[in-house]
């Protein structure tokens, strides 16, 4: 519903949203409202989170949860042990600016802010 509301249009579970996007190569370029997609252990995608700040994620396992995220998978800090395995994070929002770069124009900032302000 999130990605609705900001005019993106998500395909219905997660084997098929993984088609979605564009993938972000290590986590240490994730931001606010990518997806990231987690595997069975069979390589099938089987479970989505959104991720928030600080490395954190939001998603549905049995309830909806914010968990720890890192390149490893989500660490369920109750039961002290990863429950799922990372697989990839792809990217459907535009990209951020770039801290040291040069200012993006007010269009595209004012667009990123009122996309990623959903997740905040």
């Known amino acids: 519903m999130v990605f609705k509301i900001a005019g993106i249009r998500l395909l219905r579970d997660a084997p098929q949203q993984v088609t979605q996007g564009r993938p972000v190569d290590f986590m240490e370029q994730c931001q606010l409202g990518d997806l990231a997609f987690f595997d ?3 390589g099938d995608i089987g479970h989505v989170g959104i991720i928030l ?3 954190y994620l939001i998603h549905a396992s049995g309830k909806v949860r914010i968990d720890k995220l890192d390149h490893f998978g989500i ?3 109750e039961q002290n042990r990863y429950t799922h395995q990372l697989r990839i994070v792809k990217r459907l929002l535009p990209d951020a600016p770039a801290q040291d770069g040069p200012v993006a ?3 595209v900032e004012n667009e990123l802010f009122s996309q990623t ?3 905040d």
Do not use: I, Q, S
């Open 40 to 42: 069975n252990g069979k």
């Open 53 to 55: 700040p600080d490395c």
């Open 75 to 77: 660490f369920n800090a």
């Open 105 to 107: 124009g007010a269009a």
């Open 117 to 119: 302000a959903l997740f």
